[in-house]
C-alpha cells in the first residue's frame, strides 16, 4: 500500500481484510502478479506532459484514492458469488484491472464479466500474470492501426512489456518488423520476431532514409516532428506514450496530410486475454519475464522498473500460509 506519492519507499506491507465476492464476482487467490510502468506512473504520479493535473484529479489530488497498486494477476478462483456462471472454483485464471488496480495483494474480487480468463495451461502463474499489460496495450494499438499482412512496422522501444509483445504480434499479423532498442536487448527482439534491430545508441532510425507503413512509439522519443518523414504515405503512427501537445495535434496531421496519428488509452476488453491466451497456448505469443521479486521485495521490484531499463516484464511472486 501506499498513501502518499513518491519513490518506491513509500510503499509498505499491511495487512487488510480479505475481501469477499459479491453476487456476480469471483474471489481470485493470486499466486503472481507484476510491477508496471503503469504502478510507476501511479505511484510517482508522473505523467505525460499536460497530464499531471488530470492525474491528480483522477487519481486523488493530495494523496491516492486507491492505495494498492497492481494491474495484472494470475491465480486460482477460491470462492464465487451466487450469481456467477462462467468460472467455477478451482479455475486457473488471469485477470487485467485496468487503473482500478489493487493485484498486489493475495485475494482480489474481480467481476465474472470483467477481463479475466482461463490461464493457458502451458504457462506458469509467473507468465500469466504477465500476459495483460502489455499484451492487451498492443494488440489494441495494433489493430487500431489496421497492421496488414506484409507491411512494415518499426517498433520504437522493442525492449519492455508493450514492445516485446508489440514484436510477437506484429509477427504474428505478417508484418516485417524493425525493432528499435539498445544492443544489449538486440538479439533478445531479434528471438522475438523482429527481422531488422536498430540500435538506438548507433543510428537514428529517422534519418537513416526508411520508410514504414506503421511506427509504434512505445518510448515516448519518436513523436510526429521526429517520425513523420519516416512514414510512407498514408502511414500510420501509434503513440503508446503521448504528451498532450501531441494528443492535440492528431486531428490537424488528419486534416492535412495523409498520414494519420493514433494515440489515447488502450482499451480492456476480456476477449482480447482470450485471444492472447489463445496465441500462447498455440506457442505463438509468450511474455518476456525479466526479473522476479516476492511481494516482501515490492520496494525492490519498484526500484528495477523506475530504472526504465526492465526487459519485458517484471513479475512478483504472492506467497501463502499453507
Not at 513509500?10 to 475481501?19: D, G, I, W
Not at 531479434?190 to 531488422?196: E, M, V
Not at 519518436?222 to 502511414?235: D, I, V
Not at 492472447?276 to 498455440?282: D, F, I, T
Amino acid at each position: 500500500m501506499y498513501e502518499s506519492y513518491g519513490p518506491p519507499e513509500v510503499l509498505e506491507l499491511r495487512e487488510v481484510a480479505k475481501p469477499s465476492p459479491k453476487d456476480n464476482e469471483i474471489l481470485i487467490k493470486i499466486h503472481a502478479t507484476t510491477v508496471t510502468s503503469a504502478d510507476w506512473r501511479m505511484r510517482s504520479l508522473s505523467m505525460p506532459a499536460g497530464f499531471g493535473l488530470m492525474a491528480r484529479l483522477i487519481f486523488g489530488v493530495l494523496r491516492p484514492r486507491n492505495p494498492i497498486l497492481g494491474t495484472e494477476l494470475a491465480g486460482e478462483i477460491v470462492s464465487l458469488g451466487k450469481s456467477v456462471s462462467k468460472f467455477k472454483v478451482g479455475d486457473q485464471v488471469f485477470a487485467f484491472s485496468g487503473a482500478s488496480m489493487r493485484c498486489h495483494a493475495q485475494y482480489r474480487c474481480v467481476p465474472e464479466s470483467g477481463a479475466v480468463a482461463l490461464k493457458p495451461s502451458n504457462l506458469t502463474y509467473d507468465e500469466a500474470a504477465a500476459l495483460s499489460f502489455g499484451g492487451t496495450t498492443a494488440l489494441d494499438f495494433l489493430r487500431r492501426g489496421n497492421l496488414q499482412r506484409g507491411e512494415s512496422v518499426l517498433i520504437n522501444g522493442a525492449s519492455g512489456s508493450v514492445g516485446t509483445a508489440a514484436v510477437q504480434l506484429a509477427k504474428h499479423y505478417g508484418a516485417e518488423v524493425t525493432g528499435v532498442c539498445s544492443s544489449a536487448n538486440a538479439e533478445l527482439v531479434r528471438s522475438l520476431g523482429a527481422a531488422h534491430v536498430i540500435d538506438y545508441t548507433r543510428e537514428d532510425f529517422t534519418r537513416n532514409g526508411k520508410t514504414y507503413d506503421v511506427i509504434v512509439d512505445i518510448a515516448g522519443t519518436a513523436p510526429y516532428s521526429r517520425s513523420s518523414g519516416s512514414l510512407k504515405e498514408s502511414g500510420r503512427l501509434l503513440l503508446v506514450l503521448a504528451g498532450l501537445p501531441e494528443m492535440l495535434r492528431v486531428p490537424w496531421v488528419s486534416m492535412t496530410s495523409s498520414k494519420k496519428i493514433i494515440a489515447g488509452p488502450a482499451a480492456e476488453r476480456a476477449e482480447d486475454l482470450r485471444f492472447l491466451a489463445k496465441l500462447a497456448e498455440a506457442g505463438e505469443f509468450r511474455p518476456v519475464i525479466d526479473r522476479r521479486y516476492a511481494l516482501e521485495q515490492i520496494v525492490e521490484a519498484h526500484r528495477h522498473v523506475d530504472t526504465g531499463r526492465k526487459r519485458g516484464n517484471v513479475v512478483v511472486s504472492v506467497k501463502h500460509e499453507n
